[in-house]
């Protein structure tokens, strides 16, 4: 996958209290993601885009669009990728 397929995949960060005290209570950052896309397909393009590789990844559809929470190895790993995408 390339970084336009990824960009396509994953639309932006989505920065609330509560997702913001998951990235230290889980190890989970989330993102607003394309409607259409897999589990799969999300992991794949966090790679692509974040070189960090997914554990697990949960999606809801809400209002908002469709949210995947990522969870990442450990609590450094999360902490590392959320000061890189500008979330603290």
Do not use: H, W
């Amino acid at each position: 996958m390339n970084t336009d397929e990824a960009t396509k995949i994953i639309l932006r960060p989505y920065v609330t209290e509560r997702t913001f005290a998951l990235v230290e209570s889980e190890q989970k950052i989330c993102f607003i993601v394309n409607n259409f896309a897999s589990k799969s397909k999300i992991a794949e393009a966090v790679t692509t885009l974040y070189n960090e590789k997914a554990v697990d990844i949960n999606t809801a559809k809400t209002v908002y669009g469709k949210k995947a929470f990522v969870k990442f190895e450990s609590t450094e790993k999360a902490r590392d990728l959320a000061t890189k995408i500008g979330m603290l």
